[in-house]
């Protein structure tokens, strides 16, 4: 996950898809497909209603298209069902043409009549910014990541010019728009499939049985179990080579390296640090490292008294001893955090000076704080590991003990204690986590962790919010030319390195073990890459 807002998030009904909990028959599936191991907390099957986990990480690009996708090299946006695109001269106005080959799965539940056009898109996008949308408060009427962004006050209307041209007005320039649009939550809806829930007073299934255009669609769904995804036959960009894909999001048993060991998996997403070297070992294994646009980090609640002061926020950033963690949880495979950007990003600036480990100077801001005497905090550690952090709970310990040599005791809430005691995130004084972008524009990264509006998203779980930060933010979208991009995205991490709202940590590797028997993944510093084009070679 990428940060702490969906803890509570549920949906009522979504057990409709759920078989008994049966064990995953892997003997079976290997003969058409493989099983994918590493995720689990499955919220819902629409990207749209989420700003992070499983759905929007791993079966977004599966079972949904977007207009555009991201080159994974360039991080560019390119061509995708959307073949291609003009932009009027004030940077307001986006025309897409789209293809007229693309058709949506054929399910259980739905029957599609005709291939996807542009009153899809019309569709997809309204609910999102339009609130008499009949589907806007279906599902919650949230949609955080969108919300982190400004989508709603950005986006004015999309209009079908025609049944395969589509215009977006926007209300002001935004340069990461079209990268925007690339991600894993801008998918497209079938509006025909949702006009008929409406009619049949079934709104809900729109998210719960979700039907696209990707390579894969939803075939069953157990709770806490799996999710089988069978292949799409008319599939836009060619044949699938695999008949199934099989999530196992079951936490029972032993863990995800013995289940890929035992072969009860073909492939691990984001192994941690610890296992890679068994893996590397391992004769049928195949290992591989993807750069990642991510950063593991520690949101301050800057609603709480003691950490509304400045000085205390700058002592335990100065308190933490970065490279020890490196060294005890990332075994070598990651970089220090002297900002959210990691080194990757075209605006990064390594910051020495501030993000530095200097206990005496830490402890003089405490005095002069007046919390010599000490002070108790709490944080919240989350179970599951990540790319842009390998192991929590060691990386949390590491914390508390740099706190406790400055005086702080600091108390840690692990994520199941959290969810039943502290329902809300606010009753924790730090939150342990971190961000995977969904683009490779600063933005991305900036705004939804740290904008007025993510805040009130639930995304901004530091509870702050700067207008200067905002306007910096602002600025830098309505140019195109990156000189003055970069230095309004460095006066943005000038303010973060004053203000500290967050303390960054460490930037990980995005590992991946699959069996050598397949073949054909694609690779992005971002999330899953669709899986049409993997196959088994024995």
């Not at 569709?123 to 990541?145: A, Q």
């Not at 936490?251 to 941690?272: F, H, M």
């Not at 391992?282 to 008294?305: G, K, W």
Request: proline content about 5%; aromatic content about 10%.
């Amino acid at each position: 996950m990428k940060t702490l807002i969906q803890l509570a998030f549920g949906l009522i009904g979504i057990g409709l898809l759920t078989g008994c909990g049966n064990e995953v028959d892997h003997t079976e599936i290997r003969k058409s497909g493989f099983v994918f191991c590493g995720q689990s907390n499955l919220k819902t099957f629409n990207p749209q209603l989420i700003d992070s986990g499983i759905t929007a990480d791993a079966l977004s690009p599966q079972i949904y298209d977007t207009l555009l996708t991201l080159d994974p090299t360039t991080h560019q946006p390119i061509a995708s069902i959307a073949q291609d695109w003009q932009v009027n001269k004030s940077g307001t106005e986006y025309i897409f043409n789209l293809r007229t080959d693309v058709a949506f799965q054929n399910t259980a539940w739905f029957t599609p009549t005709r291939n996807l056009n542009a009153q899809d898109v019309v569709f997809s996008f309204r609910r999102i910014i339009d609130p008499t949308h009949p589907y806007h408060l279906v599902g919650g009427g949230s949609y955080p990541w969108f919300t982190g962004i400004d989508l709603a006050n950005l986006l004015t209307d999309v209009v079908a010019l025609s049944d395969h041209q589509v215009k977006f007005i926007l209300s002001r320039p935004n340069f990461a728009f079209l990268s925007n649009l690339a991600t894993s939550h801008a998918v497209i809806l079938s509006a025909e499939y949702g006009h008929q829930l409406a009619q049949q007073d079934s709104k809900e299934k729109l998210d719960l049985y979700p039907v696209g255009s990707g390579p894969f669609a939803l075939e069953e769904y157990q709770i806490n179990d799996l999710v089988r995804l069978r292949r799409h036959e008319h599939y836009w960009r060619g044949p699938v080579k695999m008949e199934q894909v099989v999530f196992d999001i079951s936490q029972r048993g032993t863990g995800t390296l013995a289940k890929l060991l035992r072969n009860e998996c073909d492939v691990l997403s984001s192994p941690i640090s610890s296992q890679i070297p068994v893996i590397e070992k391992h004769p049928s294994m195949v290992l591989t490292a993807t750069p990642a646009m991510n950063v593991a980090f520690i949101a301050i609640n800057t609603s709480h008294q003691a950490l509304q002061d400045v000085r205390v926020r700058q002592a335990l950033n100065l308190a933490i001893n970065r490279q020890n963690i490196l060294d005890s949880v990332y075994y070598g495979t990651g970089t220090l955090a002297y900002t959210l950007l990691p080194p990757s990003s075209w605006a990064y600036q390594k910051d020495s000076v501030k993000i530095r480990f200097d206990r005496n100077y830490a402890l003089a801001l405490l005095r002069e704080a007046g919390y010599e005497s000490g002070l108790t905090l709490s944080m919240w550690v989350p179970s599951e590991p990540s790319a842009y952090n390998p192991s929590p709970r060691k990386t949390a310990e590491l914390i508390q003990a740099n706190l406790a040599d400055i005086g702080i005791q600091l108390n840690l809430l692990y994520e199941e204690r959290f969810e039943r005691v502290l329902p809300d995130e606010t009753a924790a004084d730090l939150i342990l986590t971190g961000w995977v972008a969904d683009t490779g524009d600063p933005d991305n990264f900036l705004r939804p962790l740290l904008s007025c509006n993510s805040e009130l998203a639930g995304i901004n779980v530091a509870m702050w919010c700067n207008s200067d930060f905002d306007f910096l933010l602002d600025l830098a979208l309505e140019t195109e030319k990156n000189r003055y991009r970069l230095n309004l995205y460095r006066q943005a991490q000038n303010i973060l390195n004053e203000e500290f709202p967050v303390i960054p940590l460490a930037h990980g590797v995005q590992f991946r073990a699959h069996d050598k028997s397949l073949v054909g993944f694609k690779s992005s510093p971002f999330n899953s890459q669709p899986f049409d084009s993997v196959e088994r070679t024995y």
